[in-house]
Protein backbone atom coordinates (compact mmCIF):
# COMPACT_ATOMS: atom_id res chain seq x y z
CA UNK A 1 0.00 0.00 0.00
CA UNK A 2 1.22 3.17 -0.57
CA UNK A 3 0.71 6.01 2.19
CA UNK A 4 1.28 9.23 1.88
CA UNK A 5 1.45 12.44 4.12
CA UNK A 6 -1.29 15.30 3.12
CA UNK A 7 -0.78 18.71 3.81
CA UNK A 8 -2.49 18.58 7.28
CA UNK A 9 -0.04 16.03 8.20
CA UNK A 10 -2.35 12.97 7.98
CA UNK A 11 -1.85 10.11 6.41
CA UNK A 12 -3.64 9.46 2.62
CA UNK A 13 -4.17 5.23 1.73
CA UNK A 14 -3.93 4.69 -1.74
CA UNK A 15 -3.14 1.27 -2.02
CA UNK A 16 -1.19 -0.85 -4.45
CA UNK A 17 -1.16 -0.24 -8.47
CA UNK A 18 -3.77 -2.20 -9.20
CA UNK A 19 -6.12 -1.49 -6.36
CA UNK A 20 -5.02 2.16 -7.01
CA UNK A 21 -6.16 1.47 -11.00
CA UNK A 22 -9.30 0.00 -10.22
CA UNK A 23 -10.67 2.69 -7.89
CA UNK A 24 -9.73 5.64 -10.20
CA UNK A 25 -11.59 3.52 -12.94
CA UNK A 26 -14.63 3.65 -11.01
CA UNK A 27 -14.25 6.85 -9.98
CA UNK A 28 -14.02 8.16 -13.87
CA UNK A 29 -16.69 5.64 -14.86
CA UNK A 30 -18.99 7.33 -12.18
CA UNK A 31 -17.54 11.16 -13.40
CA UNK A 32 -18.82 10.09 -16.70
CA UNK A 33 -22.49 9.00 -15.47
CA UNK A 34 -22.81 12.30 -13.43
CA UNK A 35 -22.19 14.26 -16.61
CA UNK A 36 -24.69 12.41 -18.16
CA UNK A 37 -27.04 13.15 -15.46
CA UNK A 38 -26.20 16.85 -15.49
CA UNK A 39 -27.11 16.88 -19.02
CA UNK A 40 -30.26 14.53 -18.46
CA UNK A 41 -31.68 17.08 -15.70
CA UNK A 42 -30.47 20.07 -18.28
CA UNK A 43 -32.86 18.61 -21.01
CA UNK A 44 -35.81 17.92 -19.11
CA UNK A 45 -35.72 14.14 -19.21
CA UNK A 46 -38.04 11.97 -17.66
CA UNK A 47 -37.66 11.83 -13.35
CA UNK A 48 -36.90 8.35 -13.25
CA UNK A 49 -34.67 8.13 -15.92
CA UNK A 50 -32.25 10.73 -14.02
CA UNK A 51 -32.57 8.68 -10.84
CA UNK A 52 -32.15 5.27 -12.31
CA UNK A 53 -29.16 7.61 -13.66
CA UNK A 54 -28.09 8.91 -10.25
CA UNK A 55 -28.46 5.48 -8.41
CA UNK A 56 -25.60 4.06 -10.91
CA UNK A 57 -23.16 7.47 -9.95
CA UNK A 58 -24.35 6.50 -6.04
CA UNK A 59 -23.32 2.69 -6.40
CA UNK A 60 -20.47 3.69 -8.19
CA UNK A 61 -18.99 6.23 -5.77
CA UNK A 62 -19.77 3.27 -2.89
CA UNK A 63 -18.00 1.04 -4.54
CA UNK A 64 -15.03 2.88 -5.13
CA UNK A 65 -14.88 3.42 -1.43
CA UNK A 66 -16.01 0.28 -0.22
CA UNK A 67 -12.19 -0.36 -2.53
CA UNK A 68 -10.29 1.87 -0.76
CA UNK A 69 -11.74 0.62 2.65
CA UNK A 70 -11.04 -3.36 1.40
CA UNK A 71 -7.82 -2.26 0.93
CA UNK A 72 -6.86 -0.26 3.68
CA UNK A 73 -8.28 -3.51 6.15
CA UNK A 74 -5.83 -5.72 3.85
CA UNK A 75 -3.21 -4.11 4.28
CA UNK A 76 -3.78 -3.72 8.22
CA UNK A 77 -4.78 -7.64 8.51
CA UNK A 78 -1.40 -8.48 6.95
CA UNK A 79 0.62 -5.92 8.65
CA UNK A 80 2.31 -4.24 5.37
CA UNK A 81 3.38 -0.82 5.31
CA UNK A 82 5.37 1.40 3.29
CA UNK A 83 7.65 4.39 3.80
CA UNK A 84 7.20 3.27 7.71
CA UNK A 85 3.88 4.93 7.76
CA UNK A 86 1.64 2.74 10.73
CA UNK A 87 -0.91 0.77 9.86
CA UNK A 88 -4.71 2.69 10.25
CA UNK A 89 -5.67 1.59 13.59
CA UNK A 90 -9.07 -0.79 14.29
CA UNK A 91 -11.16 2.46 15.38
CA UNK A 92 -9.54 4.25 12.07
CA UNK A 93 -10.46 1.56 9.99
CA UNK A 94 -13.99 1.36 11.72
CA UNK A 95 -15.06 5.10 10.85
CA UNK A 96 -14.29 5.01 7.61
CA UNK A 97 -16.45 1.96 6.82
CA UNK A 98 -19.70 3.60 8.90
CA UNK A 99 -18.49 6.53 6.74
CA UNK A 100 -19.68 4.84 3.63
CA UNK A 101 -22.52 2.32 4.94
Known sequence: MVDKTDETGGSTVIGDQDSMAA??????????QLAGVISMIEQGRDCKEVVTQLAAVSRALDRAGFKIVATGLRECITGAQSQGAAPLSEAELEKLFLALA
Do not use: P
Open 23 to 32: VLNRLRRAQG
